[in-house]
């Protein structure tokens, strides 16, 4: 079984429709969670970083963790087009200073907003 | 803002011939990482280095070697590419307090 598992779609909505991206893991160690996006051609970057269970909100995302199911997800309300990349879930054991940053990252979920 | 530079977006190469692939970064990061990106596969890493002239494996290390001489700077080498070395390669980098990796924008390599 992977570390981190990640159902990498294709997922296609329409904009303006609500879309959960998830993950799953094993690692009961694992404290800090972390979601990138990448776009076309380019490198991924930081999207939203929660630490433990519980909800983070930041505008239209949401990054839920839930610890006890090893489950973790990203809402996006009202996509847009410009939401169109792929989501890849890192989630890690340690904020920093130890195991030399390593991330394990999901496959990614490759996600199209058309208009 | 912190920028990883990878000093091609695109190679073309023929199988043997030796690669390298730069990477550098501006933030005075400990740790850099090589990844190699494939469609179904995800980020799988390569090598990372957690210092200058340190280095160590991470899950696909063969047909690759790494180099750090300066902090700033690491390198990617494919001894003798090989058309399953055909790949986006992705270089980042993290802090020691925080284990938020930057990432620059990719190398394709096509190797014929």
């Known amino acids: 079984q992977k570390e981190v598992e990640q159902d990498p779609g294709p997922l296609s909505v329409p904009e303006g429709a609500i879309v959960s991206l998830n993950c799953t893991y094993s690692n009961s160690a694992f404290q800090y969670f972390m979601w990138y996006r990448q776009y076309s051609r380019k490198g991924p970057e930081l999207l939203m970083y929660t630490y433990s269970s519980g909800n983070k909100e930041d505008g239209r995302f949401t990054a839920q963790v839930d610890k006890s199911s090893k489950y973790i997800s990203l809402f996006i309300r009202d996509s847009q087009p410009s939401d169109s990349a792929t989501y890849l879930c890192?989630?890690?054991?340690?904020?920093?200073?130890?195991?030399?940053?390593?991330?394990?990252f999901g496959q990614g979920t490759i996600l199209t907003v058309h208009p | 803002d912190v920028k990883v530079t990878q000093s091609s977006r695109y190679l073309v190469k023929r199988t043997g011939e030796k690669v390298f692939l730069e990477c550098v970064q501006d933030?005075?990061?400990?740790?850099m990482f090589w990844y190699r990106q494939d469609p179904g596969l995800g980020l799988r890493l390569i090598y990372f280095s957690y210092d200058v002239k340190m280095k160590e494996k991470g899950d696909i290390p063969e047909g690759y070697s790494v180099s750090r001489e300066k902090k700033e700077r690491f390198s990617l080498i494919l001894e003798s590419a090989s058309t399953n070395q055909t790949s986006m390669y992705l270089c980042?980098?993290?802090?020691?307090?925080?284990?938020?990796?930057?990432f620059g924008a990719g190398t394709r390599l096509s190797v014929l």
């Open positions: 890192a989630p890690t054991a340690n904020a920093g200073g130890t195991s030399y940053g390593k991330l394990t």
């Open positions: 980042a980098s993290s802090s020691l307090t925080e284990n938020i990796q930057y």
């Open positions: 933030m005075d990061h400990e740790n």
